[in-house]
């Protein structure tokens, strides 16, 4: 970890649980600080999938299609009241958008967090699944590593505070919220920005095609094998 601002090396002993604590510490601090005023999104299934850009903007609709926009709106429909579950405490001040490059490797040591510009309130469960999400991505292709990096990642996030209620099941629901957040940045970016329309459209592509296997049955790529029941 020589960079103070390269991404964590997931590969390397030890990394998985690094950033799994400080993950959990970053939660354990939001649900035991106390802020006066916190005027920031609520980010659950009505922000993000009911009432976000892919299925309210036209222009959205067009990038991803008619079979794209069915897609989300299926598992809209199939997640959402899983996406209600939970009590109190498994939910509180996220991240927000905590995938591995907004987690820093330190030169002393240790996993910071940067970038926390969609700070917001929601399930915890969705910044876990939004760093195992990005990491599924570089890892998916290498057999076995992808799941080695998850559970390390899960079992020392509890070293520091318990995983949030059910949330064995309700990994799967998160890990497509998480998506349908990157199809509301994607497709509002695109249009505006080069560098995200030069990537979008695959970026799309492939998490409609994701959407539509789960709409048929199939698990949602970063689902844990003994988590999918």
């Not at 598992?75 to 995938?99: F, K, N, S, Y």
């Not at 099941?169 to 497509?176: G, H, S």
């Not at 509301?184 to 080069?194: K, S």
Request: a negative charge.
């Amino acid at each position: 970890m020589a960079s103070r601002h390269s991404r964590p090396p997931y590969r390397q002993p030890g990394v998985a649980q690094e950033m799994g604590r400080a993950t959990a510490h970053l939660h354990e601090h939001a649900a035991t600080v106390s802020l006066p005023e916190f005027d920031r999104p609520v980010w659950d299934a009505e922000t993000i999938l009911l009432k976000g850009h892919a299925l309210t903007d036209p222009a959205a609709q067009g990038q991803m299609g008619p079979e794209g926009t069915a897609a989300l709106r299926k598992v809209a429909e199939l997640i959402t009241p899983a996406l209600q579950e939970g009590g109190q405490d498994d939910r509180g001040r996220i991240h927000g958008d905590l995938h591995r490059g907004n987690m820093i490797a330190m030169s002393g040591g240790g996993i910071g967090v940067i970038d926390f510009d969609d700070c917001g309130t929601g399930h915890f469960l969705l910044d876990i699944a939004t760093v195992l999400s990005s990491v599924h991505r570089i890892a998916q292709k290498e057999p076995g590593a992808y799941e080695k990096f998850a559970r390390a990642f899960l079992a020392s996030y509890t070293q520091v505070r318990p995983m949030p209620t059910n949330w064995a099941r309700l990994l799967e629901p998160y890990l497509l919220l998480r998506d349908a957040f990157i199809l509301n940045f994607v497709t509002t970016a695109a249009p505006v920005n080069a560098d995200v329309a030069s990537w979008g459209p695959r970026r799309i592509a492939g998490i409609v095609a994701n959407m539509q296997a789960y709409g048929e049955g199939r698990p949602c790529p970063g689902t844990l094998a003994a988590e999918q029941s």
